[in-house]
């Protein structure tokens, strides 16, 4: 049997060398971003990653330890996806727009494709004060909602590399888009009114639309909040007909001023 000390100096010159290939792995995933944005080609590539699981699952399988590295480089990639995000936005994005733009749906891609920390203003007051959307209206009216999403984005303004995703009417207040601008960079979500009613009109938790839940009603409280969207907004994005992956990735290539590149595998 070796001595301990022996052992111990193996494994710290194992450590060393994991912390080096790490760093050299890391290095490639940011060369792997700048090649994607100089030749023009899509930064989120599910099918990749799918790829490289499989290439993972063959060498290790069998392995020492298999469950074991499984899960380090489970943990590994996810690392690599946060480095993916550094590089791609060094603030927040916060998503805005109407009920039923895509802010959730498109904050929970985001989150899985680059390892994102995501936020709810709506989840945060839903937390803090104990009680649903429909019952806090219900029970103290729609200004003390307001507050309390203003005091949610206030409590996010310190973060940085978070998805935030604003309820539908939060950049209503001007000191909520200014808040927001200190951290964030802007997106705006956008959908016919058709195209939200179809998206919302099984929910029953949002007070606003309760007893309104037709086009007319959507089309025209969507009219008197345009000009307040598109003021708060760096970046517009309309997601009708189009899949999540393809929202995703537009708003990627929009914050980064990729827009017009080539779409290449
Ligand atoms: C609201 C939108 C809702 C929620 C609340 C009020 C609005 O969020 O904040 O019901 O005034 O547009 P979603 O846009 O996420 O549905």
Redesign the pocket.
């Known amino acids: 049997m070796r001595a301990i000390a022996k052992i111990r100096e193996d494994i710290a010159a194992c450590d060393k060398e994991l912390a080096r290939l790490l760093a050299r792995r890391m290095d490639c995933i940011g060369e792997v971003i700048a090649y994607k944005k100089s030749h023009g080609m899509p930064i989120l590539q599910p099918e990749q990653e799918a790829r490289q699981r499989k290439l993972l699952a063959d060498i290790l399988d069998g392995a020492p330890y298999e469950e074991e590295q499984l899960q380090v480089f489970e943990c590994i990639l996810k690392m690599s996806k946060k480095v993916q995000a550094k590089a791609l936005f060094a603030r927040n994005i916060a998503l805005i727009g109407?009920?039923?733009a895509g802010?959730?749906t498109v904050s929970h891609c985001l989150k899985d494709m680059l390892a994102m920390e995501e936020v709810e203003?709506?989840a945060m007051i839903v937390e803090a004060e104990g009680m649903a959307?429909t019952d806090i209206f219900a029970k103290y009216g729609e200004p003390y909602?307001r507050n309390c999403?203003s005091n949610a984005i206030i409590e996010l303004q310190d973060r940085r590399q978070v998805i935030i995703?604003c309820?539908?009417?939060?950049v209503m207040r001007d000191e909520n888009v200014e808040n927001l601008k200190k951290s964030s960079q802007i997106v705006l979500l956008t959908a016919t009114p058709e195209t939200t009613l179809e998206r919302v009109k099984d929910s029953d938790e949002?007070?606003?639309l309760n007893g309104h839940m037709n086009v007319e009603y959507i089309a025209q409280l969507m009219e008197k909040r345009r000009e307040k969207y598109e003021e708060a907004a760096d970046i517009v994005i309309a997601t009708d007909g189009k899949t999540v992956i393809e929202i995703c990735e537009e708003l990627i290539r929009k914050l980064n001023g990729m827009e017009g590149g080539r779409e290449e595998n």
Request: glycine share 22%.
């Open positions: 109407f009920m039923g802010k959730s203003t709506d959307i909602f999403e995703s309820g539908g009417g939060a949002r007070p606003i």
